[in-house]
């Protein structure tokens, strides 16, 4: 069984990292946060194109 840490668990564990390995950390959150913004507005920049009519990948044969 996996425990599920809360995020203060986290917060804390990360303050005892070497504040070289939570530059990293914070980068690469940083990297990955800024993906799921940019596909979350790329997503609503496409919503016009959500069609059922015009779905032609779900042509039934």
Excluded: C, H
């Excluded at 005892?16 to 596909?39: A, G, H, N, S, W």
């Amino acid at each position: 069984m996996t425990s599920n840490p809360t995020l203060k668990q986290v917060q804390e564990l990360i303050l005892k990292l070497p504040i070289t390995e939570q530059i990293i950390l914070f980068e690469d959150l940083e990297e990955r946060l800024e993906t799921v913004v940019m596909m979350n507005l790329a997503e609503t920049g496409f919503q016009e194109w959500n069609e059922p009519e015009e779905d032609i990948y779900n042509v039934e044969s």
